[in-house]
């Protein structure tokens, strides 16, 4: 089972990126979260997709300016960030689990490598 993160880069503030999330699996009930940590802090939750349910969930920082999705493969998610800002720079990974609680990291079970987004002011 594999997770693969794509898209990270150097944007300026206010650009935009797309990230996505392969698996090497069909996700079908598994949700996918994105989490990101920047140097020196917490890994940080930003926003997860249930695709059986047709759910999605933001976390407060980042609603209205970024978009989760999934793809007809069933393989891959994406993430849609918008007006990105300095303090959205982090390596971003994505995860694959179960959770109750989409904001939960340890109820994730599979996590990607990371990829680096840079937003310079």
């Known amino acids: 089972v594999q997770l693969q993160a794509s898209g990270g880069g150097l944007v300026h503030t206010g650009g935009s990126l797309r990230l996505s999330c392969t698996a090497s699996?069909?996700?079908?009930?598994?949700?996918i979260g994105w989490f990101r940590q920047a140097p020196g802090k917490e890994r940080e939750w930003v926003p997860a997709?249930?695709?059986?349910?047709?759910?999605?969930y933001y976390a407060d920082s980042v609603k209205g300016r970024f978009t989760i999705s999934s793809d007809n493969t069933e393989k891959t998610v994406h993430l849609q960030m918008n007006s990105l800002k300095p303090e959205d720079t982090a390596v971003y990974y994505c995860?694959?689990?179960?959770?109750?609680?989409?904001?939960?990291?340890?109820?994730?079970?599979?996590w990607g490598q990371g990829t680096l987004v840079t937003v310079s002011s």
């Open positions: 997709i249930k695709n059986s349910l047709g759910s999605t």
């Open positions: 995860a694959a689990g179960l959770p109750t609680i989409p904001q939960l990291a340890y109820e994730y079970h599979y």
């Open positions: 699996f069909p996700l079908g009930t598994y949700a």
